[in-house]
Nanobody
């Protein structure tokens, strides 16, 4: 069971990046993106349930980020637009077979990717 995150990099303020998280050894159920900036706690960014396609966003991500599932690739993506310096962080993807409540709580996710660094700079 493995999650492989990619797509991070250095981008200017207002730019865009697309993160990807490919799952192997499992079939996607509920997947989420979290991020952790230096000196801060890990925080929820976005989530998607494969069954029904329901999506959830942190207030900081609403209107700028879009989470989606690529079924043929068994992968999840995060399209990030209008990036701000405060979006700078290591972004982690996470998976859980069942998250009935607390979808924003990282303790509900047993499987994590290795993280990909996003740096937004002027």
């Amino acid at each position: 069971v493995q999650l492989q995150a990619s797509g991070g990099g250095l981008v200017q303020i207002g730019g865009s990046l697309r993160l990807s998280c490919v799952a192997s050894g499992l079939t996607i159920s509920t997947m989420s993106w979290f991020r952790q900036a230096p000196g801060k706690e890990r925080e929820f960014v976005a989530a998607i349930r494969r069954n029904g396609g329901h999506t959830y966003y942190a207030d900081s991500a609403k209107g700028r980020f879009t989470v989606s599932i690529d079924n043929p690739r068994n992968a999840m993506s995060l399209q990030m637009n209008s990036l701000k310096p405060e979006d700078t962080a290591v972004y982690y993807c996470a998976h859980s077979r069942v998250v009935l409540s607390g979808i924003r709580d990282p303790s509900n996710y047993p499987t994590w990717g290795q993280g990909t660094l996003v740096t937004v700079s002027s």
